[in-house]
């Protein structure tokens, strides 16, 4: 399909894989459910959704909501999410298998003051061997996930990651061997980990770091081993007081 320049509201629900989509000059609706799909909303306040992993929303122009959900059982998403001109919204879900890294939505918000609603579970965890029988994680760290990436988070720009407690104490962890730890929160807390993005589902712990990861707990309690929780890399954020995080109104 080429680009759309026409005025018509599109509405478009599919199974798909390997397609293209491109909305016109209005608001377009496009859901897809597949793998390795570009969806183009064009000008307009467009809803773009995507239920699978390796596609490519785009929202252009408007006011957007992007939403991106993993329906992987074994895999890391790995949507890309590119806002645009506009103040949008950003929607993640889904949840990943034990022990899969990787990242869940990459997510670049462009110009505008746009907001994110995050919801993406995986298995967090130092994969470092060392880390085991420690009461905290401490720099040299390495803390494995599916992690949300936000490229471009700007100070103010509200975060809504379903808890809204920040955890002031360290991180505990729960100790599975071979070789690895759980992060432990308590439920509805969040903490802020200074460090450096590794690129993909690896993130350095380093108080001097570049970047901020954000672990949240926002399952309903569970009294298992360990908990899964939700994750996003603030790329080059490395000032605490610039993350904003709260509720996006319904
Ligand atoms: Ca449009
Ligand atoms: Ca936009
Ligand atoms: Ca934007």
New binding site residues.
């Given amino acids: 399909m080429a680009k759309n320049t026409t005025n018509k509201t599109q509405l478009i629900v599919e199974m798909a894989s390997n397609q293209e989509y491109f909305g016109g000059n209005s608001w377009d609706w496009i859901s897809i459910f597949g793998n390795h799909n570009l969806i183009d909303g064009g000008n307009g306040n467009d809803w773009l959704g995507v239920v699978g992993s390796d596609n490519t929303v785009v929202?252009?122009?408007?006011?957007?909501v992007l939403a991106a959900a993993s329906m992987q059982e074994y895999s890391a998403a790995e949507n890309t999410l590119d806002?645009?001109?506009?103040n949008?919204t950003f929607d993640t879900f889904g949840a990943s298998a034990s022990a899969v890294s990787g990242v869940g939505a990459l997510i670049t918000g462009?110009l505008?003051m746009d907001q994110f609603h995050l919801r993406q579970n995986s298995d967090v965890m130092l994969n470092n061997e060392d880390s085991y029988g420690r009461e905290s994680i401490q720099d040299g760290d390495t803390i494995q996930g599916v992690f949300d990436v936000i490229t471009d988070y700007a100070a103010g720009e509200l975060l809504d990651i379903g808890v809204t407690q920040l955890r002031t104490d360290p991180m505990g962890l729960t100790h599975m061997w071979p070789g690895h730890s759980h992060l432990t929160l308590n439920d509805g807390e969040y903490a802020l980990v200074r460090g450096n993005w590794g690129g993909s589902g690896e993130f350095d712990v380093a108080s001097d770091g570049a970047d901020t990861l954000v672990v949240f707990d926002f399952d309903p309690p569970q009294e298992n081993f360990f908990e899964y929780n939700g994750s996003v890399v603030l790329v080059g954020v490395s000032d605490a007081a610039s993350i904003n995080v709260g509720s996006i109104p319904v």
């Fill in positions: 929202g252009g122009n408007g006011d957007d806002g645009g001109r506009g949008d462009g505008g």
